[in-house]
């Protein structure tokens, strides 16, 4: 039964992919949907791509650790994902954008994941900030942290690769004011955005505000969904149970879908269940039956 409902979501989703339909008739959409992996862990990983794919998503996005588990026989790896017809799209890695004493090895961190994804044909890298941090950034850390940043793009661009930088709640640059600032300070050529809704609302943020004032900045936004209540804002979405079911919490996804349509984005949606509480499956195709009706990505 699980096989007849997922190719009848592949026939609606070949058939609503590529156009959406308003005033003016069918207009071209180029939005790709993703899932991320993270939530079935690196030991199920095989399993996640699987599921995946039978869920009815075009391609996924995986923790850097992959690059450890795959980096010596990339041609298992492919064959995995050809097996499950999805692509990769991309990888999130952690790193210390603070810790300019040791950033040449953050930047080779980064590099090396940058080579693999390359190689599995995937076109960007996610990279986020590792630890916690409640006190602001003085002028000097600013300097380090987009310098940092900068360098990572730009080394990461040999392999034609695009970082993407993802806010994070409480782990600094997570208020609107301070990604408008990361922005300002860094190349658009070298740094994008990787948009989680959920960490925005969890720091407080206005999703689709910030996503309409940086669309142009943006390569993938995570649809995530958040708590409303005011009490979860100390969470990021890393804690089990910090985010609800996706579709049933604050975010207000047809908002930020209008934006994106009406502002031609063609990246990545990826869809991001971490955080709940229940099996990765059940939250990926319910999470999938959401973007395709409800989300306002793919309007009938």
Known sequence: MREVNRRNCR????????????????????IK??????????????????????????????????????????????????????SLAGLIQTLDMLDREHADE???RAANSARFVSAAGASYLTICHSSLRDAPMNDEEWATFAAIIEEIGQRCSEFGIQVCFMPRAQKLVCSEKDIHRL??????????????????????????????ACLDRIMLIRYHDASGSKRRLA?????????????????????VSKVLLDGGFSGWVMLDVTGEDHDPLEAAVSGFRFLMRKSGLFPV
């Open 11 to 30: 026939v609606f989703w070949n058939a609503e992919r590529c156009f959406r339909q308003d005033g003016d008739g069918f207009q071209v959409s180029e």
């Open 33 to 86: 949907l993703g899932c991320y992996t993270g939530p079935w862990g690196s030991k199920k990983l095989i399993q996640a791509i699987s599921q995946i794919g039978e869920s009815g998503f075009d391609g996924m996005e995986a923790p850097a650790p992959v690059v450890m588990q795959y980096e010596d026989r990339l041609h298992v790896f492919e064959e995995i994902l050809e097996t499950a017809g999805i």
């Open 106 to 108: 953050q930047v080779e």
């Open 183 to 212: 922005l300002a300070m860094t190349d658009p050529n070298f740094v994008k955005l990787s948009l989680d809704t959920a960490e925005i609302s969890l720091a407080g943020g206005n999703v689709q505000r910030l996503v309409k």
């Open 235 to 255: 969470y990021t979405s890393d804690e089990l149970g910090s985010t609800p079911q996706f579709g049933r919490g604050a975010v207000k996804f047809n908002a």
